[in-house]
Nanobody, 116 residues
């Protein structure tokens, strides 16, 4: 079955960096777009980064452009999120997500805490 396992979250000071990873299994990873979402306390889950199956098309909202970079390694079935210049507003649970054959799958999430 499809599984997504995130890691790399933690506590960081404002201005610091973190690199999140999401290891996928149970489907042909190299054939699918992957996305990162985040959900801050009291807010809805929001999409903020997507990458095409071969990594040549990437979408970001303005709030993270220039600070966050999504990438993937199809040989390792892993999608990454490099987060730089972190702000307290970036504090959230971060999830990776994929649609496979009409079904949506989520990882368990990884907590990112940014101290000011």
């Amino acid at each position: 079955q499809v599984q997504l396992v995130e890691s790399g979250g933690g506590l960081v000071q404002a201005g610091g960096s973190l690199r999140l990873s999401c290891v996928a299994s149970g489907f042909t990873f190299s054939s699918y777009w992957m996305s990162w979402y985040r959900q801050a306390p009291g807010k809805e889950r929001e999409l903020f980064a997507s990458i095409s199956s071969v990594g040549n098309s990437i979408n970001y909202p303005d709030s993270v452009k220039g600070r966050f970079t999504i990438s993937r390694d199809n040989a390792k079935n892993t999608v990454y999120l490099q987060m730089n210049s972190l702000k307290p507003d970036d504090m959230a649970v971060y999830y990776c997500q994929v649609f496979v054959k009409g079904y949506e799958y989520w990882g368990q999430g990884t907590q990112v805490t940014v101290s000011s």
